[in-house]
């Protein structure tokens, strides 16, 4: 099989093993069953099926497969999974050309050089008779010896040259010194030569999730000296944009809570860590990125903004409020709607909060001061839903005594409006809406709808209404030679890949329809690779677009599918094809959910366990009733028995 590291990888994995190490399982037949670590609950229904390596939470529709859990647990995406896996397994990942391999050994050096950097500035601020002023500002804003260590705290001299002198005594080149960011290069008056980058500043070392050190931020201790704050420069092991500071260290805590605070500057996260705030991150000058709500969705369910406490501080709230939105985890829960029918909605998982600090005043201040951390709680549990943060904001933004300027608000706190998935909540903030602007609530209702099909039309497809609630069956774990799922899934996946506009179109498939990890990771890409390209490029280039983004380990399994080739459809007969591989994926996918309820209902049944039963029985009445979605519709000639 082509795509046997990753097959590899599950067979010597059991999951049993792998979840158990963070959450407690007992034996329930034969299957495990624990609390979920993805919610708070009392009753276990968080179920791992050992004979499919797979698991599934019952309360909250979280599932998948050992890659799956390490991602969300840890916070890793799926290469860092693999490399983790692969190196507890034994499993050799090897690179598929010599240039890959050249550049892991490049960056390996780069790691180690700033490794080495960060001990020698440490030293400097702890032991060095240089390190004076440093330790006195750093006494001088309140951290304590052990808060210094933990976060590795160190001093650059005020010298051109005592870094690079000291990196290479210990065997690295200048011009590695220099890809590392920690050296530049002299070019002024056409000389040559190299100097450190930071100078007479308090450095404060930059790991990355793992822990390891890939840059710095230096703050300036010089009277007038510009800087007030550097940064490393981007280099082949730093991005600012994919960095959150101090995540390495609130991993756990944030997992432990799932809830993060984001806060502005190094000195605010490093003095909420020594108050006890220790799911306290921070942004590394610069806004929240898509890539920063990727790595936070996945370990948190909370999310508290703590900005600057300002009106720059008000729009990077929004701003990044925009962002976390848009990349938040969509569950869709069933509702009872109109007439007692039953149906879909989807929610977003992602809770955001806007934290407000009295103006002028910095994190970090308020929690240096006499009962500080105390007043820090207090604001924390009053933080404001995300909603009413924008109210707030859009009241002294907009002329709301003209027309346009009303027009303007509506616009965007209807933006944040329509993604508040509890409906009385979403009719209270309709309401409010309505009275802070004195409009009815119908032209709040039709904004929204506005900027509903709006998002629909820059390509995100609505779910259509028997699309199951998230649900990711216990087949996951299987090889794809073994597979009962993989056929469905691939014949729907291969017909993306010749048609890759099918992405696009209206009843386009959702990433949660393909159970397999492998599949659903290349839909993705195939997805943003066709939405880069929608108006120009050829289904052979998006392919090729598709192919280049995709870690290196999944290839093989990509062209294994496009090696399948599809036939050639007339345009008026895809959208039918589309739909008939789309019903038949999602009416299997259902079969195996009833399936997975029916067989944990009779083990609560024999066991005794009401509280499981009382869980079950409306999810398996939701299940039957999307059953119906599936029906070949009515005769237009012949009598319909089902009537």
């Known amino acids: 099989m082509e795509n046997d590291v990753i097959a590899e990888i599950k067979t010597r994995t059991g999951i049993e093993e792998a979840v158990g190490e963070k959450v407690r399982l007992t034996r329930a037949g034969r299957n495990l069953k624990g609390l979920c670590p993805f919610h708070s609950e009392k009753t276990p229904s968080f179920v791992v099926y050992p004979k499919d390596g797979s698991y599934h939470c019952f309360g909250c529709g979280e599932s998948g497969d050992v890659f799956t859990f390490l991602m969300k647990t840890e916070g890793l995406d799926f290469r860092g999974a693999l490399e983790k896996l692969a190196h507890k397994t034994g499993v050799e990942l090897k690179p598929r050309n010599e240039q890959a391999a050249a550049q892991d050994r490049e960056r390996e050096r780069l790691l180690e050089a700033c490794a080495a950097a960060s001990l020698f500035y440490h030293n400097l601020h702890r032991n060095h008779p240089s390190g004076g002023q440093s330790r006195e500002y750093a006494e001088k804003r309140g951290l304590l010896p052990g808060t210094v260590e933990l976060f590795q705290i160190g001093y650059a001299p005020d010298s051109w040259d005592a870094l690079l002198t000291h990196l290479t005594s210990r065997g690295f080149s200048p011009q590695e010194c220099v890809e590392a960011g920690l050296v530049a290069e002299r070019e002024e008056g056409g000389g040559s030569g190299y100097y450190d980058r930071f100078r007479n500043r308090l450095l404060f070392p930059i790991r990355d999730t793992q822990g390891a050190v890939v840059g710095f931020g230096g703050r300036a201790l010089g009277d007038g000296q510009t800087p007030k704050y550097l940064n490393s420069p981007q280099s082949a092991v730093f991005d600012k944009s994919g960095i959150l500071y101090g995540l390495d260290l609130a991993r756990p805590n944030i997992r432990r809570l799932s809830e993060v605070v984001i806060v502005e500057g190094y000195m605010d996260v490093v003095v909420a860590h020594q108050a006890g705030e220790n799911n306290v991150v921070g942004t590394i000058g610069t806004a929240l990125t898509d890539r920063h709500a990727e790595l936070l969705k996945r370990i948190a369910k909370k999310v508290l903004l703590c900005l600057d406490p300002d009106v720059a501080g008000d729009m990077a709230a929004l701003k990044g409020s925009e962002v976390l ?319």
Not at 569 to 597: S, V
Request: net charge negative; glycine share 6%; charged share 25%.
């Open 325 to 643: 939105q848009e990349h938040a985890e969509k569950l869709l829960v069933p509702v009872r709607g109109e007439h007692g029918m039953m149906g879909v909605e989807q929610r977003t998982q992602l809770q955001i909060n806007i934290m407000q600090l009295p103006r002028g005043v910095d994190p970090d201040e308020l929690l240096l001061e006499e009962g500080g951390p105390a007043r820090w709680q207090t604001l924390r549990a009053a933080a404001l839903p995300l909603v009413e943060h924008v109210i707030s904001v859009a009241v002294h933004k907009y002329d709301l005594s003209s027309a346009h300027g009303k027009s303007e608000a509506v616009g965007e706190m209807a933006l944040f409006v329509r993604e508040v998935g509890d409906p009385v909540q979403r009719a209270h903030y309709i309401q409010r809406v309505a009275a802070v602007l004195r409009v009815p609530e119908e032209a709040v209702r039709e904004a929204m709808a506005r900027s509903d099909r709006g998002n629909r039309g820059k390509g995100q497809a609505a779910r259509k209404p028997d699309q199951p609630a998230g649900h990711t069956p216990a087949s996951d774990g299987l090889p794809a030679a073994v597979d009962p799922l993989a056929p469905d899934e691939e014949h729907l996946l291969s017909l993306a890949l010749r048609y890759p506009q099918v992405t696009w179109m209206a009843g386009a498939p959702e990433a949660e329809d393909f159970t397999r990890l492998e599949n659903r990771l290349i839909f993705e890409t195939l997805r943003e690779a066709a939405a880069g390209g929608v108006a120009t490029a050829t289904p052979q280039e998006i392919r090729a677009a598709a192919f280049e983004s995709l870690d290196d380990v999944l290839q093989p399994h990509l062209l294994r599918i496009i090696s399948h080739e599809e036939p050639e459809l007339f345009r008026f007969a895809l959208p039918y094809e589309l739909d008939t591989r789309l019903k038949r994926l999602r009416q299997h996918n259902d079969r195996m959910w009833l399936r997975q309820c029916q067989l944990m209902l009779m083990e609560a049944q024999e066991t005794g366990d009401d509280d499981t039963i009382l869980t079950l029985l409306p999810l398996l009445g939701a299940s039957f009733s999307r059953f119906r979605s599936y029906r070949p519709k009515p005769s237009t000639v012949f009598r319909d028995s089902r009537d």
